[in-house]
Nanobody, 125 residues
């Protein structure tokens, strides 16, 4: 059974940066696609970023030009570098994976096979 473990969340001031990590186990990491989603209290889960097995990144509108998704196949890890954070980025961030290396539509949570438990990011103004 696949396991995804996120880390790197915490509290940061507005304008700061955070890097989230997601380590996957019991999956064929290098042929899988990966994504990050977030969910704030009272809101729906929102697509943040996606990376294909071919290392192509795609971003939601809120992440463009500020966030970068990357992967390290040797370490079974996917990252989300977040810069220029604002209070609106406060949410629980979830890592998700799919055995299909290329998803469509990649922004739909239902397309992913595995999910982590989430890591909280809180941005104060």
């Amino acid at each position: 059974q696949a396991q995804l473990l996120e880390s790197g969340g915490g509290s940061v001031q507005s304008g700061g940066s955070v890097r989230l990590s997601c380590v996957a186990s019991d999956v064929t990491f290098e042929t899988s696609a990966w994504g990050w989603f977030r969910q704030a209290p009272g809101k729906e889960r929102e697509f943040v970023a996606h990376i294909t097995k071919g290392n192509n990144g795609w971003y939601g509108d809120s992440a463009k030009d500020r966030f970068t998704i990357s992967r390290n196949n040797a370490e079974n890890t996917v990252y989300l570098q977040m810069n220029q954070l604002g209070p609106e980025d406060t949410a629980t961030y979830y890592c998700a994976g799919a055995s299909s290396g290329r998803l469509w539509p990649y922004w739909q949570p239902s397309k992913y096979d595995w999910w982590g438990q989430g890591t909280q990011v809180t941005v104060s103004s």
